[in-house]
């Protein structure tokens, strides 16, 4: 009799032990996914304005080679151009020998 009492007993107690080992299972598990979700939360957050920067940078370094070919198309253009000067420069007279005789008669070259 004690015997069967204490077999009773020893099922009552493991199936108290399974029910709260159930019981802390469900919570652990209901807190990773409330962690998780709060992990992806932050994630996107964080995600989304990394990707609004690397956005930005790729725009600003797309407007910068842009001009950058424009200004390449532009030399080309006016490559084997000749161009007038578009003032005229300080001029400090004629040369040195232009206003002077040849040291030797004209026709003495031959």
Do not use: W
């Not at 469900?26 to 956005?55: G, T, W």
């Amino acid at each position: 009799m004690e015997l069967q009492r204490d077999i009773a007993a020893n099922a009552v107690m493991s199936q108290q032990i399974l029910a709260k080992q159930a019981e802390c299972c469900c919570e652990v598990k209901q807190q990773i996914a409330a962690l998780n979700l709060e992990n992806e939360k932050r994630f996107a957050n964080l995600s989304s304005k990394m990707d609004q920067q690397e956005i930005q940078r790729l725009r600003d370094q797309l407007a910068q080679q842009s001009q950058n070919i424009q200004d390449l198309k532009s030399d080309m253009r006016m490559q084997g151009v000749f161009r007038m000067p578009q003032s005229y420069t300080f001029n400090a007279g004629p040369g040195p020998f232009a206003a002077q005789p040849l040291p030797f008669p004209a026709g003495a070259i031959a």
